[in-house]
């Protein structure tokens, strides 16, 4: 048993890695092997260089990213479509599909092993360039989820797992429909997108043989869908890492000692349910809102024999503490609906029940938050993580 109270076996992961994660997280372990961080301990904010540097050399890492993502999605498309003007009309039927279906499998592994090498690659970089390159177990979250697990999840695009802890389910207001069509439509992203385009080039200038040379606009469009995932796949990496590293600094500076003596346990409470409810919001297991909450817990003597992610309770709960607690938890609140880069529709339509006439006030920061995170400052985002017992 924790000093918390939580059994340590209340976190659990529902689904073990897969084959993707397994493999990234064995390649990052091996980058941090090669280059001597594997041990290296976190290091704190104030140690990192300036908001203006840690930007320009995330932007530098990114765009060298998003220029080779470039080069092998245009690269590996262009020999696919160069084989078919080539040899389509001067082969036989079978010859000629068996020839094009092995070269389009052949583009494609080597598309996609070079995407997972940059992934990782990029991951690892960004790491190192927030001094969080260290690969030591427990050093994220328990289980499964250490920093190259939930990093190489980043670089993968795989999805975040199911998590079991505290009894809280933040797809329980999330259709399995739509879930599946949220899946499907990612997977035929870039296939539609061309598809699309081509299909208007056609209908815009004419028929016969024209239509054909128009397949060249398939490189292009491959070339800069792979640019973009790279940079999504670099925003969502500093995004966990700038999140890790802010809920140690909540935790460990914020939360003090002599900080917690002023809470009374409502309040305590109040503080994993501002959490546990906002991860219901905005519908998703974002290691960044897990990572606060599992330190908030390990901080407080929490229970785990209650529903933690009901809203109503928590507003029930705000009436219920004194006024310099509610500011408390209504900062925490405010920090936590950010932490994961994005504020959902139903973020933004029940946090003012909670802010009330300090709804302004309160969103703003969170929406401020949100692109300071996205945008790679650090040390802005870390000024509007304060907690006090003052409004906004």
């Known amino acids: 048993m924790s000093k918390t ?13 897969g084959f993707l994660e397994q493999l990234g997280v064995k390649y990052y372990r091996y980058l941090a092997e090669k280059s001597g961080t594997i041990n290296i301990q976190n290091i704190s904010i104030d140690d990192l260089p300036p908001d203006i540097s840690l930007q320009t050399l995330a932007r530098n890492i990114t765009g060298f990213a998003m220029v080779i ?33 092995t070269v389009l499998i052949i583009m494609l592994l080597i598309e996609m092993a070079v995407l997972f090498w940059l992934g990782i690659k990029t991951v ?31 670089a993968l695009e795989v999805p975040d797992p199911v998590i079991h802890y505290l009894g809280i389910d933040p797809l329980k207001h999330l259709s399995k429909s739509k879930l599946f069509l949220v899946a499907f439509f990612y997977k035929a992203k870039v296939i ?58 909540i935790s460990n500076d914020i939360l003090t000692e002599a900080f917690i003596e002023h809470l009374s346990p409502k309040a305590r409470e109040g503080s994993v349910r501002a959490i546990a409810t906002m991860m219901v919001l ?23 024999d209650s529903e933690y992610d009901n809203w109503e309770d928590f507003l029930q709960l705000l009436s219920e503490v004194s006024t310099e607690e509610r500011y408390f938890l209504l900062d925490l609140l405010s920090i936590s609906a950010a932490f994961d880069g994005h504020l959902s529709r139903l973020e933004r339509y029940h ?9 302004d006030v309160y969103m703003q920061r969170s929406e401020k938050l949100t692109d300071l995170l996205l945008n790679g400052q650090l040390h802005a985002a870390k000024e509007l993580c304060f907690l006090d017992f003052k409004p906004g």
């Not at 998703?284 to 785990?304: A, G, K, Q």
């Not at 946090?351 to 709804?359: D, G, I, S, V």
Request: net charge positive; charged share 15%; aromatic share 14%.
């Open 5 to 17: 109270g939580i059994k340590k076996s209340s976190y659990q992961r529902k689904q073990a890695p």
């Open 69 to 101: 993502a470039f080069s092998i999605g245009a690269l590996t498309t262009f020999v696919t479509i160069w084989l078919e003007w080539t040899y389509q009309s001067t082969m036989a039927t079978i010859p000629y599909y068996f020839l094009y279906g």
């Open 124 to 154: 690892y970089s960004l790491a190192c360039l927030t001094g969080h390159n260290h690969a030591t177990e427990g050093s994220c979250l328990p289980g499964d989820d250490a920093v190259p697990n939930i990093l190489a999840r980043a």
């Open 192 to 249: 539609l997108s061309s598809m699309l385009v081509k299909f208007l080039f056609i209908r815009l200038f004419g028929k016969g043989e024209i239509r054909n040379a128009f397949s060249w606009v398939a490189i292009p469009i491959t070339g800069i869908w792979d640019a973009f995932t790279l940079y999504k796949v670099a925003r969502e990496a500093r995004l966990r890492l700038f999140g890790n590293k802010l809920a140690a600094f």
């Open 282 to 304: 905005a519908q998703n297991y974002h290691p960044n809102m897990l990572i606060l909450l599992v330190r908030l817990c390990d901080t407080f003597e929490i229970s785990d």
């Open 351 to 359: 946090l003012p029940e909670a802010f009330k006439e300090l709804t």
